[in-house]
């Protein structure tokens, strides 16, 4: 009875994130900057979309690079949006992202610092 309810809410769950999915590729391909060209000189909301083509559609340029998908830039297209111009330095981006590296610290700092790294000991040993 709870596995059956569980598996409900699973495909539940899988059919709001498909449809998601398809909203957003519906919205993407409504912004004529998104849109890519296609080897007959063809432009629209599907052009760009094969290796083939001269300018690949915004979603498809990003996808290019391993490890993102489709999906993947397309979620980072709705973030971000399709124009750099609000973010002045490619710093300013990773800043807005997040992923900039931080110092935080509480307390204060006790003990000789970091510790040695690795090739440090190994050339020790190997003096020896």
Known sequence: MIAQALLSQI???DQ???QMVHQAIAALAE??????VDATGDTGPQAGTSPDSPILAAAHRPAEIP????WLAIVIIAEIGLTMAVF???AHLVSWMGLC?????SGTRRGKGHPPCLAAVRA???ER
Do not use: D
Request: aromatic share 8%; net charge positive.
């Open 67 to 70: 490890g993102i998908s489709v």
């Open 101 to 105: 590296r931080s110092a935080s610290q």
């Open 31 to 36: 912004v004529r900057e998104s849109w890519g």
């Open 124 to 126: 020790r040993q190997m």
């Open 88 to 90: 002045p330095t490619p």
């Open 16 to 18: 709001q994130i498909s």
């Open 11 to 13: 495909a539940f769950l």
